[in-house]
């Protein structure tokens, strides 16, 4: 479950060496997002706000 805020982002999940695996438009404070489609490991994602700067990046740990 991804917190928006209710603004309006993109979701870019990539793998560590920065290949991009999943994008996501997020439009709802809270939306699901399926990482069914990644194995277990470490991502790094971005967040980019709707004029496409990046408004946030991090870490994450997908666990199965």
Not at 29 to 34: K, L, P, R, W
Not at 46 to 62: F, W
Request: aromatic share 4%; hydrophobic share 40%; no cysteine.
């Amino acid at each position: 479950r991804v917190r928006t805020g209710g603004d309006i982002y993109q979701l870019n999940i990539m793998d560590m060496s920065g290949k991009l695996l999943q994008m996501e438009r997020l439009t709802v404070d809270g939306q699901n997002v399926e990482l069914n489609g990644l194995a277990t490991g470490l991502y790094v994602y971005q967040m980019l706000d709707e004029a496409g700067n990046v408004a946030h990046t991090g870490r994450m740990s997908v666990i199965k």
